[in-house]
């Protein structure tokens, strides 16, 4: 593969269904609810979400962590700081199934061909991601690319996944004991996580606005094993970790709360550049679901007055009527392509793209 630039300005918008296609084990929204029913069921702590005014929002986990997160004018003023303590339970409970969920997917399975050629294309060209997902799917396939590399002498460092790809000043985990620092951009794609991530960390203080975010390396097959392999961090990782909580930020997140952090609010902006920018935006799994209010502004306004052409590549098919209708509300002034929804869409985007710029 020769290291080109893409000619055409392209986006790639990920969402759960991207992980899904990836892999069966990745939960989507309606399987992350069933397994909180459950846990809620098992664990006395989380009792409270078992009241009739908290059922309804048990259908969407990430509905039900927006509302405990908001601090609701018909709440009571003793409400508020208890619902922010099941917040911090619940998106606890979720990073930890996700991590075990992505755990059973990579030690049990390599990632598909399709889903490698993805990671090396994205590379070539230098297409950036934004992604709705909490888990490591997209760095971990980035992981195995660059790590078989290494394997084969094609380069002659081991991969540090995450410092190349998130270019934004996050520090490691690691750092905490020897200073801070973030690194330059490498030479790769850009992937913005705009919803956190399982591997980023935060002190889970309601204010925040100029806190450092750490991250855990994506160094291994595992999200349970990220840098324990390094014996020089393995008795250190816990105590890295002793006053820190996964940042997870739910869809439609109170502003004062998560988007106050300078950090966070930096990876919105350049989610506004990139689809501005954008001619091409390819919408991979993702349901752009009403409740995200948020996401929809971000597209309409970034998008305004511009004609792109949007790919909705969806290996799920049923009610795709609907989904085209939240697509329409969305890019007012895209050029809708339904190429892809089709229960092969993601593997089959892949194909053409590569196929189109660069072999894979």
């Known amino acids: 593969m020769k290291n080109t630039k893409s000619e055409k300005k392209r986006l790639l918008i990920l969402g759960s269904g991207f992980s899904k296609a990836v892999s069966e084990k990745m939960p989507v929204v309606s399987e992350l609810a069933d397994a909180l029913k459950t846990e809620i069921k098992n664990r006395k702590e989380l009792g409270d979400l078992s009241d009739p005014q908290y059922q309804s929002l048990l259908k969407d986990p990430e509905l039900l962590l927006t509302y405990l997160a908001q601090d609701q004018p018909w709440k009571e003023t003793w409400e508020a700081p208890k619902e922010w ?174 988007y106050a952090n300078r950090t966070i609010r930096s990876l919105w902006g350049k989610a506004r550049e990139y689809l501005a920018q954008a001619e091409e935006i390819y919408c991979v799994g993702y349901s752009l679901p009403d409740t995200d209010l948020t996401t929809k502004l971000l597209l309409q306004t970034a998008c305004a007055g511009q004609t792109k052409i949007v790919y909705i590549v969806n290996n799920d098919v049923q009610g795709k009527e609907n989904l085209l209708r939240r697509y329409r509300d969305a890019f007012p002034q895209g050029v809708m392509k339904k190429d892809y929804l089709r229960e092969d869409a993601v593997e089959a985007m892949v194909n053409n793209l590569c196929k189109e710029e660069v072999r894979c």
């Open 85 to 258: 303590a099941l917040f911090l339970q619940v998106s606890d409970w979720l990073a930890k199934h996700i991590k075990a969920c992505e755990d059973e997917a990579f030690k049990s399975e390599i990632p598909p061909k399709w889903a490698k050629h993805l990671a090396k294309w994205l590379h070539e060209t230098k297409t950036s991601v934004i992604t709705f997902n909490y888990d490591t799917v997209l760095e971990r396939i980035v992981w195995f690319c660059e790590w078989e590399k290494w394997g084969k002498g094609l380069t002659n460092r081991p991969p540090d996944v995450s410092f190349d790809l998130y270019q934004i000043p996050l520090s490691s985990l690691a750092l905490r004991e020897s200073g801070k620092f973030s690194s330059l951009p490498k030479c790769t794609f850009h992937l913005i996580k705009l919803h956190g991530s399982i591997n980023w960390f935060y002190s889970g203080s309601a204010q925040w606005p100029g806190e450092h975010v750490y991250f855990r390396s994506v160094d291994s097959e595992s999200p349970n094993e990220d840098m324990i392999n390094n014996t020089i961090y393995q008795s250190k990782v816990d105590r890295w970790l002793m006053d820190k909580v996964p940042l997870i930020i739910p869809p439609v997140a109170e502003k004062s709360r998560f």
